[in-house]
């Protein structure tokens, strides 16, 4: 069975400080996918991780993909309020067309 | 056009109701999905639909029904809900196009159905 530990589940910190938001597995995945979600909204795609040791920047937040492709990250530089927000790691599962998702991380950012 | 329209917002009804969740896209997407999503949790998936037909059902009670029309529409069936069946409906899509490093899943959801039964 293909599984995704999140950590942590529920994040609080104040404006301006670093956070780094985990995703782990003991499977390889073929890419790991990042959303975020508001409440009220549904998830929204923020990046897609799909080589090894890859690294990608969407302004303040890195992504990274493990060497093995089994975990992956998430690091916020400089937290605003408008970060706040539920985030999921997803990969692909075996069946065809399934996302298997972490159990998400509850980050609020207080002003 | 890259949304996922979702239709209605909110929804509350009766233990023996009858109603219907909509979801519509333009994008092409060739997979369709319903996922259920109680609060800060993440989405579970019910019902996957690969180029229109059936291909993932995750033992979801019959009381759910899902329906695919054509490549863009995506409904979902509801009768003798329970109180607990309350939560966030979502549907997504996605293009399911198969890459040099398998097969790509990114989805693109709608803002959901708030679903109360009551």
């Known amino acids: 069975t293909q599984l995704l530990e999140q950590s942590p589940q529920f994040l609080s910190i104040q404006e301006g400080e670093n956070l780094t938001v985990y995703c782990n597995s003991s499977?390889?995945?073929?890419?790991l996918q990042w959303y975020r979600q508001e409440p009220g909204e549904g998830p929204v795609l923020l990046v897609t991780v799909v080589t090894g040791g890859e690294v990608k920047k969407l302004k303040r937040l890195t992504f990274q993909f493990g060497d093995a492709r089994k975990d992956s990250s998430l690091h916020i530089t400089a937290a605003q309020p408008g970060d706040t927000g539920l985030y999921l790691c997803?990969?692909?599962?075996?069946?065809?067309?399934?996302?298997?998702f972490g159990q998400g991380t509850e980050l609020s950012v207080k002003p | 056009d890259t949304e996922v329209t979702q239709t209605p917002k909110h929804l509350v009804m009766g233990m023996t109701n009858k109603k219907s969740l909509k979801c519509e896209q333009h994008?092409?997407?060739?997979?369709m999905y319903w996922y259920k999503q109680k609060a800060k949790k993440p989405p579970e998936l019910m019902f996957v639909y690969s180029y229109e037909k059936l291909s993932i059902n995750e033992s979801v009670p019959s009381r759910f029904s899902p329906e695919c029309p054509n490549s863009s529409l995506l409904n979902l069936h509801l009768h003798a809900l329970q109180p607990e069946d309350s939560a966030l409906y979502l549907c997504?899509?996605?293009?399911?196009?198969?890459?040099?490093?398998?097969?790509?899943?990114?989805?693109?959801f709608g803002q959901g159905t708030r679903l109360t039964v009551v």
């Open positions: 997803a990969g692909a599962g075996n069946q065809g067309g399934k996302l298997i």
């Open positions: 994008m092409g997407h060739r997979a």
């Open positions: 997504a899509s996605s293009l399911l196009r198969l890459t040099g490093i398998g097969l790509n899943t990114e989805a693109f």
């Open positions: 499977s390889v995945f073929s890419s």
